[in-house]
DNA sequence: AAAATAATTGTAATCGTTTGCGTTAATTTT
DNA sequence: AAAATTAACGCAAACGATTACAATTATTTT
């Protein structure tokens, strides 16, 4: 039984040239239907399967794309949401004969993008990468290397960048909007870091909603996005607005944490206050009462951004393109009926 | 600027050949320290890197690890942990210089185990299968075929195979006496599918557990881990047995589930019947009253699992090894006090 | 039926490494 | 100082595909 049997074989066995067998294999026309069926029938019997390496080699491209994560998603952040955008951009791409290479970095590695293995030994043909924490370097480098890359819930403010992005203004806007509706009158932002596309986004969707309905705008700005971040931005906006009753949290980890201290403090959610999260995370159905909050579609941000990428790979002079991923109002207790 | 310099550039730049240039790349012997060091320093400042897909091919080997699981990992199952398994093997994989392919499979191709392309066409050195449903027959196929593989959570009943779990045994043993020594005297397990090992391991943990006490055993099987499985679950216990005092649940999903009914009919947690998961997600935290539970060190499984795959791919022969993981004993509220 | 054209197939170079083996130069031994 | 040993290095053949290009054969055209 012979293990793995390569074209060389085959084409002995059956009197032709490797050439031929290669043709086959990759569909290419000059191969009599004939012979193309001997060699179908005999690849089959034969377990015949290329070797990638070899492939590669010769053609220079591996069909593995690199997703790319910051250390922290996993670390520090509550409730990850990469994994499903993973699985959105991997199903896509196992249709498409690629493969996909996970790497979580961290800050030093992102520093020296030279030295990102996949990347430098040619092992990938694109880069994913996902979430705000990916250090602009990095991203740069790899752009004025050429390397095809699409972003997800991230963007470069003076280049242009191939990246999809949630619609993060319109679901604020929809969120506080919805507040708004409900006779609420003294709405709280709880946002997170200015760096980050998303929370300037959302942060811009929420201060449009209020002005738009002439109320006044009132922000308090975390350096993250956790349950912590989010108890302690809320101990703040009651110290600065003892009178608030509405709260739009930049997420869900900081909704649930707004939602800990209001409780603590005897408010009655959503009585006295409503409050709306972002993202909906599996957690935002747990809490009391269940958060209302703005889905974002994860499984799909993975598969149009693989989409895009393998745009770019086949043709790389291809425009850079900021594609919007919808939201949609996610309606529980937490912000009242 | 030359893009990607080879070896023949900067063999040919030196006036040496290619064959010294790939022992310094490799640090084997044969090399005199004076050219050692020239060649050093030019790939240093030529920004060499080794073409990934020439290496492989001359030397079989990728470097890559597959990561496989099935699909109902991020479908269908609740706060899905194998991502912090995954970080683990990664952070440990690169530190060895390898990375970490990512692959969920869904039954169909578990069916079809030649069509497998990451190992089929020999992209990758080893295998990690997470999670306990890969079927049988996909991992009985890669071991008659010599592929090194590792499982996490899972094991085969028959065969010899390199496997880590964790000590669902003891795990759920400690639990359930803890709820026996606070004086719980009806306690009932709801069980996971019996195909699991950690289920049945779990399953016995708790039986042992109330055996030992000279306590009566109660047991509801479920076929699936989810917060809806444990709610059924919970309905079919409290119609068996009105008057049960303590609930151990096969995982966390299913505790909140459980947790769900008990509240829904009225009955006080922990003060009426007492609740105990499993895993230690992070959901585990958020729920009203947060939930006590056995936690399982999730990351130190991937890394555990990379490790001895790398083991085995060093050395094939070595013998299949059982690792266990210890577990933890995290008491929140609703177990009592 | 000969000439022109098109379709099929083979030859051989190439992709960038690794590595066994032979050669040369340097070192040690007697 | 000649012989024997060792170290340093280059040559060239793999590894298993892909793909110009040439060569052959089959099909049309006139």
Redesign the interface.
Known sequence: MS??PTQKQLAHQLGVSVATISRVLNDKPGVSEEIRQQVLSLMAQA?Y?????????AT?R?G?IA?VVHQSS??TR???F???I??GA??FL?GQ?Y??????LDDETMQKP?SF??V????VDGLILAGPDISPAFILYHLS?GVPLVMIDNCLQNSEVNCVLNDDFGGEYQAARHLIEKGRRQIVFLSGPQEWVSSRERGRGYAQAVSDARLPSRIVYADETTIASGESAMREALERWPDLDGVCAANDAMA?GAMRVLAARGARIPHDVAVFGFDDI??AT???PPLSTVHVYKRQLGVLAAQRLLDVIADPDLPPVKVVSGTRLILRQSSGD
């Not at 493969?99 to 979580?104: E, K, Q, R």
């Open positions: 293990p793995k377990g399967a290329p070797n990638g390496a070899a492939r590669s080699l220079s591996s593995l997703f996993h670390d509550e409730d990850p990469y994994p499903f993973v699985a991997e199903s196992a004969g493969h996909i290479l996970f790497t979580s030279q293995a996949a430098a030994e040619r092992r290397q649930i599996g957690w747990l809490t009391t």
